[in-house]
Structures are given as structure tokens and as C-alpha cells.
Nanobody, 125 residues
Framework: QVQLVESGGGLVQAGDSLRLSCAGS????????MGWFRQAPGKEREFVSV????????YYADSVKGRFTISRDNAKNTVYLQMSSLKPEDTAVYYC??????????????????WGKGTQVTVST
């Protein structure tokens, strides 16, 4: 069974840092782009960040640029999201995703290969 499992979410204060992890199992994701989306209550799911299979390319939403850093360890089949200077507006369920085509991250509703079940991040004032 192929799975993406997120971890590392929690309750933090504004200005704190948090690192999310997403571990893949059931297959190798070394040739897949991997990334993160988030969904706040009452809002649509939005793109956060993506990293290419080789780590040669990374992209970020404007709202997190300069505060979040994405990385991956293909030997561990894992992608990370280091979040710093967290703001209350970063509160959301964060979902990990993987696809063989990095362009799908622009239009995730067109059919992402794999999704995780999400991890809650709550940032208090």
C-alpha cells in the first residue's frame, strides 16, 4: 500500500518554528516531485511549496516565501517543510503530495498521484 504520512504538526505561538515531515512508503518517491498544500477552515486548499525529484528546483507561495524552506531526503523517502516566523494565518491542515510531474502542483485538482491525510498546524497569537 502506497502512503504519504505527515507528522510534526502542533500548537505553537506566533513567531515560533515548526518542522513538518512527510514519509512515503510502499514505493520509492525519489523520481517524484513532492510538496505541501494547506487548507484553513472555510477556505480552499492552497499550494504552499514543492521540490523537484532532484532537489534542483523549489517553489513557494508568496505568502510563505522567506519563512518556509522545503527539502527532501530521497534515501529516507521523506520531504520536510521547515516553517519559521509562524503567523496565525498559517493555521491550517497541511497536506503532503507527490506527483511524477511537478506541473501538477499548479493544478492539484487535475489529479495528484498521491496525497497524505494531513497534519494540523495551529498558530496562536
Amino acid at each position: 500500500q502506497v502512503q504519504l504520512v505527515e507528522s510534526g504538526g502542533g500548537l505553537v505561538q506566533a513567531g515560533d518554528s515548526l518542522r513538518l515531515s512527510c514519509a512515503g512508503s510502499g514505493r520509492s518517491f525519489s523520481s517524484y516531485a513532492m510538496g505541501w498544500f494547506r487548507q484553513a477552515p472555510g477556505k480552499e486548499r492552497e499550494f504552499v511549496s514543492v521540490i523537484s525529484w532532484s532537489s534542483g528546483s523549489t517553489y513557494y507561495a508568496d505568502s510563505v516565501k522567506g519563512r518556509f524552506t522545503i527539502s527532501r531526503d530521497n534515501a529516507k523517502n521523506t520531504v520536510y517543510l521547515q516553517m519559521s516566523s509562524l503567523k496565525p494565518e498559517d493555521t491550517a491542515v497541511y497536506y503532503c503530495a507527490a506527483d511524477s510531474n511537478i506541473r501538477v502542483f499548479r493544478t492539484p485538482n487535475s489529479g495528484m498521484n498521491y496525497w497524505g491525510k494531513g497534519t494540523q498546524v495551529t498558530v496562536s497569537t
